[in-house]
């Protein structure tokens, strides 16, 4: 990752400068606070900003309107332990044996917890990197990449973590899928009354609170990840649906409406809202960079329009994400952005804003995007990857080669967004040029993982 001149990009972007008054000398040298919002299950068009019909999503709308909203935003997978790995590690999911799991399971095929799989406390994380860079760091919601004892967020560079260890929780039990408390303060299982976006909220107000501007001489790196919109689908007011809720899949998998996923919505909005009054009460909004997106494209209830596809598949609908960045003075309020990005984009955004080194012998697969988007730059080319045990998909400029599993395809997404028109015979060049780097990046990560039903 290349370290941009702070100095030039501060100046290009001060006249731009949100909340009103231009950035002082001061805050222009000192490292900002990190606040990375991940929601869970959160389609493309989900939020009103960008398209949603039915429901309004007023905070995250006023988020994007001080900042940049990305168009052409990507995850890493279209399931959260890949995308959850990429962010954490910065690089491909598939450079890191969990980053294979889709996603990983609770429990293993002799019925215990999957004890084996998880992120290496050894590989440098964006936290870890963080916190020998001299900032507090905090994990509040999910987690996803490995249980106690061997694996958890403290392991992985986290000073603090207060959520989930697994996939999914029951919305106000906190229990598993397989009927096991899952909430944890540290590495403590702990027993919290309430549901579950709302607890979350609670704890990034305090945890914001406690770092009130002039209170601590540390910034902080905080990543919220809700669970929100993720099933079990119920809203704040659905106790009853949570009493009758069975275990195992289908059965967190089963019920929801579009109604249901609308209070979930507004749950997760008016959270997300809380949190950022308090970072403006506190003093710290003006030296806070936000980052706002979701680990993989939307699933039943989710609204993906344009796109076809949903969660677990290689179709824009899988991997199109929303993604909202804001930073008072270093980024333009107001804009949209066509740049295309990734997840890895994020870890990489975030170590050079707070001038932080990667680890060289864990190259970054992202780019610092701060650069392409102070200012009115021309729309900068990118080639992705893609990969899941039955799909494979590249993406370079506009043109996307994809395996679907059954068949190949060359899409043209600047005419197609729906993915519905097939150039594979008309630029076969063009085809076999991005089958053979999809060949040619495989060859750099690890083994194909089997097919596993869910």
């Not at 959260?80 to 491909?92: H, K, S, V």
């Not at 949570?242 to 275990?247: A, D, E, P, T, V």
């Not at 979930?264 to 980052?291: C, F, H, P, Y």
Request: glycine content about 8%; hydrophobic content about 35%; aromatic content about 12%.
């Amino acid at each position: 990752m290349s370290h941009f001149t702070r100095r030039e990009f501060i100046g290009a972007a001060v006249a731009g400068a949100a909340f009103g008054a231009s950035i002082t000398p001061a805050q222009r040298h000192s490292r900002p606070n990190i606040l990375f919002i991940l929601a869970d299950d959160l389609g493309y068009g989900d939020l009103s900003c960008y398209g949603r019909p039915d429901y309004r999503t007023p905070n995250i709308d006023r988020l994007a309107t001080e900042g940049v909203r990305f168009v052409n935003s990507y995850s890493a997978a279209p399931v959260c332990t890949p995308t959850r790995c990429a962010f954490i590690t910065g690089r491909y999911p598939a450079r890191t044996q969990v980053g294979l799991e889709e996603p990983l399971n609770e429990r293993s095929a002799l019925g215990q917890r999957a004890l084996t799989i998880g992120l290496s406390p050894d590989h440098p994380t964006v936290a870890s990197l963080l916190k020998h860079n001299g900032y507090d760091t905090a994990l509040i919601g999910k987690w996803h990449l490995g249980y106690l004892p061997n694996f958890g967020p403290i392991q992985s560079g986290f000073d603090e973590f207060y959520g989930i260890m697994s996939g999914a929780v029951d919305f106000f039990t906190h229990k598993d899928m397989t009927g096991n408390l899952d909430f944890y303060e540290g590495k403590v299982p702990v027993e919290r009354v309430g549901y579950v976006t709302n607890i979350l909220t609670q704890r990034a107000v305090e945890y914001i609170s406690r770092r009130q501007k002039g209170k601590s001489d540390r910034p902080f790196y905080l990543s919220l990840h809700y669970t929100a919109p993720h099933w079990p689908w119920e809203g704040p007011n659905d106790q009853n649906v949570s009493r009758s809720l069975g275990l195992g899949y289908d059965a967190f998998v089963s019920g929801g409406s579009l109604k249901t996923y609308a209070a979930m919505m507004k749950s997760l909005d008016d959270g997300i809202g809380e949190v950022l009054r308090t970072l403006t009460s506190s003093g710290l909004a003006r030296n806070t960079l936000v980052i706002f997106t979701s680990d993989n494209g939307g699933e039943r209830f989710s609204y993906n329009w344009p796109f076809t596809g949903q969660k677990f598949g290689l179709w824009e609908g899988g991997i199109r994400v929303p993604a909202i960045v804001r930073w008072p003075g270093m980024v333009k309020p107001g804009r949209v952005s066509k740049q295309a990005s990734i997840t890895m984009d994020w870890t990489a955004t975030i170590l050079a804003a707070t001038q932080t080194k990667p680890d060289v012998a864990y190259p970054l697969d992202g780019i610092d995007l701060l650069p392409l988007i102070a200012d009115s730059r021309p729309v900068s080319p990118r080639t992705f990857f893609w990969r899941n045990s039955n799909q494979s998909a590249v993406l370079k400029d506009h043109w996307k080669y994809l395996n679907d599993g059954s068949r190949e395809y060359l899409f043209d997404l600047s005419v197609d967004q729906r993915e519905q028109a097939d150039f594979r015979e008309r630029k076969p060049q063009v085809f076999e040029q991005l089958k053979n780097q999809f060949k040619e990046w495989e060859s750099t990560v690890l083994p194909r993982p089997p097919v596993r039903r869910r």
